[in-house]
């Protein structure tokens, strides 16, 4: 309960209920949306790679399949969205349970090309399964619905967003500084160091993949609904790429870290979207620098130059 009064999450709500006033036009509304959506994926992902270290450069596939959980669902077989979205979690859990038994087994590269080889595998069933997903077309998805309520316009979205957003870094931040937490950053130091101590290894990484994995596919349901279409791309390899570097440039381990790399992984193509065939040469740049000055990430990195000078 501690994580509720921190002054940080005050702060984060604060900002995010103040936002809104500051918005020029729709147009930096739908950015907003889009960088709380990233966020949610990405807080997830960085209990799976901050906090245990299990890189994954697949993630984007859960997204996609919570995305096309919700489209089919809805569409094919008129279920509501909130049960669909509801359904499309379960299932990406029981999925993610049943892959990591076997991919977890692996470790550092060959972790990373097994996690790479899921988010191809996803990507190829969306696209040649016709029937069912539209295949490279993609397919169109009904407005969120909440009983007889229907969600629309930008800052009905950007409400629900926001709060999911607090919610995802409240769990993080309770996780982190709970006995699981301390548990999962020991298995991140030393696997073997971890498992001496009594921790259950295998356990503790099924269960934040799994976890992670949920966070994934309630943001690619709520990514469907916003959008109104999805494609196959969904699960790309680059949208799993712009996921990892969330959490690697904002900081690894660090929630309000990976919040600050998807403002930036997101929001930067936007500001650099006047210079037409070089916004990504910027992006890059940027990111590059980033790893190079500050390998620990953005946020733990001012945090511990705050610190040096303090004392």
Avoid at 105 to 117: E, I, K, N, S, Y
Avoid at 171 to 185: E, K
Avoid at 192 to 216: D, E, H, I, T
């Amino acid at each position: 309960m501690k994580t509720f009064i921190r002054p940080s999450v005050l702060i984060v709500i604060f900002v995010l209920c103040m936002l809104p006033f500051a918005f020029p036009n729709a147009y930096i509304v739908d950015v907003a949306i889009r960088i709380c959506l990233a966020g949610i994926v990405a807080i997830g992902l960085n209990l799976l790679m901050g906090f245990a270290g299990q890189v994954s450069i697949g993630h984007a596939a859960f997204v996609a399949l919570g995305a096309y959980a919700s489209g089919v669902a809805t569409i094919r077989y008129g279920w509501s969205p909130l049960f669909a979205l509801a359904v499309g979690a379960v299932g990406v859990a029981v999925l993610a349970y049943l892959v990591a038994k076997p991919i977890l087994r692996l470790r550092d590269h060959t972790l990373t090309m097994a996690t790479l080889g899921l988010g191809i595998i996803v990507h190829m069933v969306l696209v040649n399964e016709v029937a069912w997903t539209g295949g490279p077309d993609g397919m169109a998805v009904g407005p969120m619905k909440i009983g007889d309520w229907v969600l629309k316009g930008e800052m009905s979205w950007y409400a629900l967003v926001a709060c999911l957003l607090v919610l995802a870094i409240v769990i993080s931040l309770n996780l982190f500084s709970s006995p699981a937490g301390r548990a999962l950053r020991a298995l991140h130091g030393s696997e073997v160091a971890a498992a001496v101590m009594g921790v259950n290894v295998p356990s503790f990484k099924v269960r934040v993949f799994v976890l992670s994995a949920v966070f994934a596919s309630i943001a690619g349901s709520l990514t469907a609904h916003y959008n109104s279409f999805i494609t196959p791309s969904l699960a790309g390899f680059m949208p799993s790429v712009e996921l990892a570097t969330m959490v690697v440039v904002g900081g690894m381990a660090s929630t309000f870290g990976v919040v600050l790399g998807a403002c930036l992984v997101v929001g930067l193509p936007q500001v650099f979207g006047g210079f037409e065939g070089f916004e990504m040469v910027f992006f890059g740049l940027a990111l590059m620098l980033t790893v190079i000055f500050m390998p620990k990430g953005i946020v733990p990195s001012f945090a511990q130059r705050f610190a040096k000078r303090k004392s």
